[in-house]
């Protein structure tokens, strides 16, 4: 099921800021900064701009070679493994499940050559781990939330710097929602300007 949201820009902001939404992988072994799943651009006063987060996600990865499996729809508790057969590097479904319920894991089951795990979300990249060697795995977990903020040149599906994570502190719980609107409010110039906030309105619990 996707969740459906609505930002809404009730800001004083005159600077026409971009607005970053991802998420962060909780799994205890997870060492890779987080990525800019969606960027808002050029939402100005009083617009709006629908988007959906989808519970489902996908996997895929990139083989040392620049090949990328096509994404395959993924839950939590399984486990998928890259692994070669008689037309290349392929990605497959494990007869093994994860090691815990509320992970995905990406086995390298390849001979030889590193991987870069990919999960999406939308068809969009929403986390990866990169560097993945033969016999290791990459391990996701995700809270059912969202953090969000207002950032200046960020690109989609780019990796983020500490900086702009440090300066990213809202998260939105989804739990059980179906729909929500996201209010952005604050910002403005001079002595005047407030930090920038966003809250869930209009909620409509699943």
């Known amino acids: 099921m ?3 949201l609505n930002l809404i820009n009730r800001s004083n902001d005159h600077n026409n800021s971009d607005i970053v939404i ?3 992988n909780v799994a205890t072994e997870y060492e890779e900064p987080s ?3 969606t960027v808002i651009q ?4 009083g617009s709006h701009h629908p988007f959906s987060y989808p519970m489902a996600s996908e996997v895929a990865y990139a083989d040392s070679w620049g090949n990328y499996t096509a994404p395959i729809t993924a839950l939590p508790g399984q486990r998928f493994e890259a692994v070669k057969n008689m037309s290349g590097d392929v990605i497959q479904l494990s007869t093994e499940p ?7 894991e990406m086995a390298n089951a390849l001979e030889q050559g590193a991987i870069n795990a990919l999960v ?4 969009r990249v929403f986390a990866q781990k990169t560097g993945v060697a033969p016999g290791q795995k990459a391990v996701f977990e995700f809270k059912p939330t969202i953090w969000i903020g207002v950032v200046s040149q960020i690109v989609e599906g780019q990796v983020m710097n500490s900086a702009i994570l440090s300066a990213v502190n ?6 059980g929602i179906a729909s929500a609107d996201i209010v952005m409010s604050g910002g403005g110039n001079g002595p005047e300007a407030t930090p920038f906030e966003f809250t869930l309105e209009n909620i409509v619990m699943a």
């Open 42 to 45: 050029n939402c100005g006063l």
């Open 98 to 104: 994860a090691a815990a319920p509320d992970e995905i």
């Open 120 to 123: 999406y979300k939308d068809g």
């Open 35 to 37: 990525i800019a799943w």
């Open 22 to 24: 991802f998420s962060k």
């Open 170 to 175: 809202t998260e939105l719980s989804l739990l």
């Open 2 to 4: 996707d969740i459906k």
